[in-house]
């Protein structure tokens, strides 16, 4: 069974209005998205944004389908050569770019809204100890396609890839441990701060 996500609680949720709420959601989101790949924490030993902040908020606040779609709409501009993502156009822009070695923490963006999203609309956002499983739920679903493609490349050349893979061992040292402990303090913040904005919308 299906529950209300925080974006049901603000706005219509019928008619004319409705379409331009979720308009409103989408560019909101991608702006987000983009200012968070802008956004550097931590430049050592890899560079940190706050993306998997902004990616997994989203899921939590709009739901699985329109976080999901929220992130593909982030993705096609970026794929039209707008320098939305982290490091645009300096390391390049457009597809070549997508297809390099973050492609497949790209791709997990929109695994890891969606998972998330699915969660929430489920109710696991409404207290700390089912947000931070959802949470780590969605992480999985990023770090899965993002670990794999750092692994073992995306070998279709004919779209512009040139970048092979480095190895599962290099991916699990590249893509996740210097990551993953920035990640938990990041999505500790969402845990509290969702099921507290809850308890908000409740008394309100």
Known sequence: MTTQVMADKLGANSGNALWIKRAVMIAGGVAALTLSAKTTILLEPVPVTLQVLVVMAIGLGYGARMGALTVLAYLALGAAGEPVFAGTPLKGVGVPYMLGSTGG?????????????????????????????????GLVALYVPGVLWLAYG?????????????????????????????DALKLTLAAVAFPAVWRWLGRA
């Not at 963006?109 to 499983?133: H, K, P, Q, S, Y």
């Not at 991916?171 to 993953?180: C, K, Q, T």
């Open 105 to 137: 923490y790209l791709l997990g963006f929109v695994g890891a809204a969606g998972v998330v999203g699915w969660l929430a609309e489920r109710g696991w956002d409404r207290n700390v100890v089912t947000t931070v499983a959802a949470l780590g739920l």
């Open 154 to 182: 995306f070998p279709i050349t004919a779209l512009g890839a040139e970048f092979s893979g480095f190895g599962i061992a290099k991916g699990l040292e590249w893509g996740v441990l210097p990551f993953i402990w920035i």
